[in-house]
């Protein structure tokens, strides 16, 4: 028996194919990386932060370094666009491990998977923002998903986390069943899972009034807003985010659904650019029937937690307006919103993990009473992010909706922009109600708060700094949206 014939020949593998998915590969590395470390030299469990802010700083350099022109046989594409994508998922991890150790610390729970768990989250997030395939999509969207769906979970101690869990599964499986049935749809009627090929047979073959497109077309859209939590798909939201880990509700709300919107770009300019007058206006609906949902129900709300839960909903609402419109301008819109809702929200979830401590009966509203005497600082800082979520200049949330509406207004859709003025209006009352109770109320029972840890320290300078320096010059992320679109 000739036994060469056992041994791969590596000749016929052209290895320059993998090197457009170099930054997901190191990232993954890493990841494997800090498991073997974990597990071989547990005493050095304090380091699993910093080794994972210094790893994922390496692969945010690589993705901003590299750029390959795409091949006609790629499911992945090394563009600007995925760059930036994954540019604003890696930002949220380096913040949301940043943050872990001094949450960890409150509840006294030094898990080290939880860094690698969410380090290969993020490999998914990079391969669904550089997909170009039906199939490489899905991978990213599972990839993503069930590293989550363990995090969620992770302190079994605590009741809450199981049901938030539990919830989150289900409703992530339904949500994934739907895109996956759209896709078969769409592949069956194609013959190709190639978005830029599919779309290409749809024009060319004359399938635009096709019944069986639209149902393609309709699970899509009710998977992909299930994922990024659009109304009436966000039921699992705010339960979900209230029983998680507060900082693995930071991560949730911001990176996930950056990818979500990325896809959502994907498939919505590659596959259906000649249906927009068929999703357009649904998108539009959907947006406003977000944004009054989030903004109004937040109102009510006593838990400072669920109450950003309900923000975090309205916010997407606000990001869909980019897609609303339809164009180039808009979607450069929606992706500069959410680089921006990166900064604020992770932010203001950095000051309720100080506030809170770990305990559930300290995420109340109330917690934040006269935190302006108790540290002047922090209360400066949550004074930042309020009035960036609100929509208050000179911060990022102002620059980031002022795009969103006027690529909407351009694109006819006054009375959708005008709505979201009303709310968005609707929306200072419960941001600054935040402010009020820090700097007019007296702060009730005990005062003293922990000294933030250096990395929590980190994490909020960034934060503070991001969201200022995104206001005063929106400009330039503006322009580098722009230039991450160009082909």
């Known amino acids: 028996m000739n036994t060469r014939l056992l041994v791969p020949n590596s000749a016929a593998f052209d290895w320059s194919t993998a090197i457009p998915a170099m930054p997901e590969l190191v990232l993954l590395t890493i990841g494997v990386v800090l498991v073997a470390l974990d597990l071989f030299v547990p005493t050095q469990r304090r380091l699993l932060p910093w080794l994972t802010v210094l790893g994922v700083s390496v692969t945010l350099l690589l993705n901003l370094g590299m750029s390959f022109p795409l091949r006609p046989d790629s499911m992945l594409a090394n563009d600007g666009y995925a760059a930036f994508f994954s540019t604003l998922c890696l930002g949220c991890v380096i913040l949301t491990a940043l943050m872990r150790e001094m949450y960890a610390e409150q509840v006294n729970s030094h898990q080290g998977e939880f860094y690698y768990l969410l380090i290969f989250?993020?490999?998914?997030?990079?391969?669904?923002?550089?997909?170009?395939?039906?199939m490489t999509i899905y991978l990213g969207l599972e990839l993503m998903a069930l590293?989550?769906?363990?995090?969620v979970g992770m302190q079994k101690q605590e009741t809450r986390t199981s049901e938030a869990a539990a919830k989150y599964f289900l409703t992530g499986?339904?949500?994934?069943?739907?895109?996956?049935f759209g896709m078969s749809l769409l592949y069956g009627l194609t013959g190709t899972s190639n978005l830029t090929a599919i779309g290409h047979y749809i024009a060319a073959h004359g399938l635009l009034s096709n019944s069986a497109l639209l149902v393609?077309?309709?699970?899509?859209?009710?998977?992909?807003c299930f994922?990024?939590?659009?109304?009436p798909f966000h039921m699992w939201t705010p339960d979900v985010y209230e029983g998680a880990p507060t900082v693995l509700t930071a991560f949730m709300s911001v990176a996930p659904k950056a990818a979500g919107f990325a896809i959502f770009g994907r498939i919505l300019f590659s596959i259906f650019p000649e249906?927009?007058?068929?999703?357009?206006?649904?998108?539009?609906?959907?947006?406003?029937?977000?944004?009054?949902?989030?903004?109004?129900?937040?109102?009510?709300?006593?838990?400072?937690?669920?109450?950003?839960?309900?923000?975090?909903?309205?916010?997407?609402?606000?990001a869909l307006l980019g897609l609303v419109a339809g164009t180039a301008n808009g979607m450069m819109a929606t992706m500069s919103y959410l680089f921006i809702y990166l900064f604020m929200n992770m932010g203001a979830f950095g000051i309720l993990i100080l506030l809170a401590r770990g305990q559930k009966s300290r995420e109340s509203i109330d917690s934040c009473k006269g935190l302006a005497g108790r540290n002047p600082l922090l209360a400066l800082c949550m004074l930042v992010f309020m009035f960036s979520l609100t929509g208050i200049p000179p911060t990022g949330g102002f620059a980031g909706k002022f795009y969103l509406f006027q690529s909407a207004l351009a694109a006819g859709?006054?009375?959708?922009?005008?709505?979201?003025?009303?709310?968005?209006?609707?929306?200072?009352?419960?941001?600054?109600?935040?402010v009020r109770l820090m700097y007019m109320s007296p702060a009730d029972g005990e005062v003293a708060l922990a000294q933030p840890a250096t990395a929590m320290v980190v994490a909020l300078v960034i934060s503070v700094a991001g969201t200022l320096l995104l206001g005063v010059a929106p400009g330039l992320l503006f322009d580098w949206a722009g230039v991450a679109l160009q082909p």
């Open 121 to 134: 989250a993020a490999v998914g997030m990079m391969i669904m923002a550089a997909a170009v395939d039906l």
């Open 147 to 151: 590293p989550i769906y363990v995090l």
């Open 173 to 180: 499986v339904f949500a994934s069943a739907l895109l996956l």
């Open 216 to 224: 393609a077309l309709a699970l899509m859209l009710a998977g992909l």
């Open 227 to 231: 994922k990024v939590a659009v109304v």
């Open 275 to 318: 249906l927009y007058g068929n999703w357009g206006p649904v998108l539009a609906f959907l947006a406003i029937l977000t944004m009054a949902i989030g903004n109004i129900v937040a109102l009510a709300q006593t838990s400072l937690k669920r109450m950003l839960a309900y923000s975090a909903i309205a916010h997407a609402g606000y």
């Open 413 to 434: 859709y006054t009375g959708t922009v005008i709505i979201a003025v009303l709310l968005s209006a609707v929306s200072a009352f419960f941001y600054l109600r935040i």
